[in-house]
């Protein structure tokens, strides 16, 4: 009985695996993917975890994953996708990844993507971070995705990301760039659907 109310306490309504969502009807602007399409993934990670679900994406993708300290060599709003990432603290991203997103020049198309480690609210604490990123990027955020990670305050989830987040967060990536070929074959149309 005990055991089950710190259980609730503790992850509460919190679902144990990761989330994805592309966007279904996405406002995409005039400009034609070319093929092959170039990617980035751009992040933030105090402790490793962002880290970790970044570098899963880049892998699966073939594409570099910068930490945002190493980003001033590289043109991001040139890339065909620019994927950003970063922990949740208080419901928001980090300072750099804010400062970040002040600073960028609409890019053609952005996903966002957190980990969160808070207990109880901590879903509801992500979904407000990646609001937060999605609407700094001007209406070119084609999916979002979240998953838990370690969180070295409280201690909880000291197994995330595990091998499924890490796998859901490939193909995630994965499934972004389908979509993006989607579009591209439909041809550079002003609202063209995201399947
Ligand atoms: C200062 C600080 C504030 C945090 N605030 C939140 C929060 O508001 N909600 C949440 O779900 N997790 C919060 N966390 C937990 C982190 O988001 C989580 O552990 C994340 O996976 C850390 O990612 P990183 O290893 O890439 O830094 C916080 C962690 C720190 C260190």
């Given at each position: 009985m005990l055991g089950a109310f710190i259980q609730l306490f503790l992850f509460g309504c919190a679902r144990d695996r990761a989330q994805v969502q592309y966007k279904k009807?996405?406002?995409?602007?005039?400009?034609?993917?070319?093929q092959p399409l170039s990617a980035i993934v751009v992040y933030d990670s105090w402790s490793g975890n962002t880290q970790l679900i970044a570098e899963s994406m880049a892998e699966a993708i073939s594409c570099p994953a910068i930490p945002l300290n190493d980003i001033d060599d590289y043109p991001v709003s040139d890339y065909d996708l620019l994927m950003i990432g970063s922990p949740v603290h208080s419901g928001m991203p980090t300072d750099r990844i804010k400062d970040f997103l002040n600073g960028l020049e609409t890019p053609h198309r952005t996903a966002v993507f957190v980990t969160f480690g808070?207990?109880?609210?901590?879903?509801?604490?992500?979904?407000k971070c990646l609001n937060g990123m999605e609407k700094r990027l001007r209406g070119t955020c084609i999916g979002r995705f979240k998953c838990h990670g370690f969180h070295q305050i409280l201690g909880t989830y000291p197994t995330h990301p595990d091998e499924k987040d890490r796998a859901d967060a490939a193909r995630f990536a994965t499934g972004l760039i389908t979509r993006c070929k989607k579009t591209a074959s439909i041809g550079g149309m002003n609202s063209a659907i995201i399947l």
């Open positions: 009807d996405a406002e995409i602007p005039a400009w034609i993917s070319p808070a207990p109880f609210f901590g879903p509801f604490a992500a979904e």
